[in-house]
């Protein structure tokens, strides 16, 4: 079994079309951040073995290169890697905070002071999970906005301690601010490419 993790159900979709015909493949959300990831992932594998795990979605950009729609990997495992840069993938450095990167001068910073190409919040949970068991394990994240793009609202604001979004809060700050209905909607259909990017990526990884 190989498993491929999400953090949120809208990267996943694009995937689980195209991997409908791998046998052998499993998808699993895991909720945002940290602690959810782990848990999610510790509790599928003690349900069933899997022999290596992919941990995917979407990042911000803080490499200024970097364009929307790239496909980035990160992995120790030397096999991986080759699958994942003959499939199109690029070779990164990738940073695992505990809040979103939401302004330029914010990924400006991150950069900065760690010298990451891209930044998510989950992978580096997965992977430490990977490690404790010897499992083979890829990060492969694709860019849904770029190093010299803010973000439409700050998102860190509006999820719950659980990391699930308030959707209450949500529509709120879009009453407030309905100007920015045009950014989220952009930010969506950038997202829903991306996502199908990264699953061409990933499949022919497999």
């Keep these: 079994m190989k498993l491929v993790c999400f953090a949120v159900k809208e990267e996943a979709p694009a995937f689980r079309k195209l991997a409908g015909t791998h046998p052998g493949v499993a998808t699993l959300v895991t909720g945002m951040g940290r602690k959810n990831a782990e848990t999610a992932v510790r509790q599928f594998l003690a349900s069933q073995p899997v022999e290596l ?17 790239s496909v980035v990997f990160e992995t120790s495992d030397a096999d ?100 920015k209905i045009g950014g989220l909607l952009h930010l969506q259909k950038r997202c829903q490419l991306a996502a199908a990017k990264l699953a061409a990526v990933l499949v022919q990884a497999m």
């Design 53 to 69: 795990i992919f941990t995917c979605g979407f990042a911000g950009g803080l490499e200024p290169k970097l364009t929307a729609g």
């Design 80 to 179: 991986l890697a080759a699958r994942l840069t003959a499939a199109g993938a690029t070779p990164a450095r990738i940073l695992c905070t505990d809040r979103v990167a939401v302004t330029v001068a914010e990924k400006s910073e991150l950069r900065k002071t760690t010298g990451a190409d891209v930044v998510e919040m989950e992978s580096a949970a997965i992977q430490a999970v990977c490690r404790e068991m010897s499992l083979p394990c890829a990060t492969v994240r694709v860019i849904s906005d770029t190093a010299s793009e803010d973000l439409p609202l700050d998102f860190n604001q509006l999820y719950r301690p659980d990391m699930t979004l308030d959707f209450g809060k949500l529509g709120w700050t879009i009453a407030k601010a309905p100007w």
